[in-house]
């Protein structure tokens, strides 16, 4: 009889990053699951806690150095339920069930997005250390749908939108989130604190800051926040695309994987191959 072995703590660690990951994904289901009841505040903070695993999930790899090319794959999955098919179907709940029969092609063509962006991400910007995003992150994307209702709850939408047309308003916004999120639109990562450098104070202020408001008034905070790291994406890139030509690598590489002509059997031209290894390169899994 063969003595037992526990684990090592060396594959112990390495499970913790995707334990995180598949938190995610349960948070995903659950809001779906309180969606079709109708809870659509909880279902709403529930994809916003999925967020936050998804934000963990890469800093515990690269903390524990266990990041993995499954982590990575595992990490784009889940992300396509909980920030693709799950705010989709809360906002279908919420605003385009009673709409009309046609109204769910928005959160088709918002999951569509989703999926296409995470899937560019993987061949793009996977398991390099980046700068920026380019095209929306889905968390982000799925954050902004989730803290929608929460808001409305607020006597700040009260006074601002009372007289704005909330369905038109919502259509607006799923176009725009399904344009940007398969755009070439770069987007800045999140912020590294730290205390020697000015950067480092900026970022640790940056996290402060949504730290604080966030705990003290997160039902009107979270939503206008996803609405203007939107609309930073829309301004840097006008504005620096008016002033500035912008060009390099990863934006070349960011569109779309063509066939061409005249290779044997259509083989299809992507970048060349490289090792995705660890999700703390991701900034987070924010795909």
Avoid at 4 to 29: A, D, E, Q, Y
Avoid at 227 to 236: A, D, K, S
């Amino acid at each position: 009889m063969k003595p037992f072995r526990p684990p090592s703590m060396r594959r112990v660690v390495i499970v913790v990053p995707s334990l995180f990951t598949l938190f995610n994904l349960f948070f995903g289901i659950w809001s779906m699951v309180l969606a079709s009841r109708g809870e659509f505040y909880r279902a709403g903070w529930y994809i916003f806690f999925a967020g936050v695993l998804d934000a963990l999930d890469g800093r515990v790899a690269r903390l524990s150095r266990t990041g993995t090319r499954f982590g990575a794959e595992l990490d784009s999955l889940v992300d396509v339920v909980s920030f693709g098919a799950a705010p989709a179907f809360l906002i279908y709940q919420l605003e385009f069930a009673v709409a009309g029969q046609a109204e769910w092609i928005f959160c088709y063509f918002y999951v569509m997005a989703a999926a296409i962006r995470l899937a560019r991400f993987n061949i793009t910007q996977a398991g390099r250390a980046k700068r920026y995003f380019i095209g929306l992150p889905s968390p982000a994307a799925g954050m902004t749908l989730a803290t929608f209702f929460p808001f409305t709850t607020t006597d700040l939408y009260q006074h601002l939108f009372r007289f704005v047309p909330r369905h038109h308003l919502m259509q607006l916004l799923m176009i725009l989130l399904t344009i940007l999120m398969v755009s070439n639109v770069r987007y800045a990562t999140f912020p590294r604190a730290g205390l020697r450098t000015l950067k480092g104070l900026l970022g640790l202020a940056t996290i402060l800051f949504i730290l604080v408001f966030g705990i003290l008034e997160h039902d009107a905070f979270f939503f206008p926040l996803g609405i203007g790291y939107m609309v930073y994406g829309i301004l840097r890139a006008t504005l620096l695309g008016f002033f500035f030509e912008e060009d390099d690598e990863e934006t070349d590489i960011a569109g779309p994987i063509v066939i061409a002509e005249g290779t044997p059997g259509g083989e299809i031209l992507a970048p060349p191959p490289r090792v995705i290894g660890a999700r703390e390169r991701e900034g987070g899994g924010q795909g």
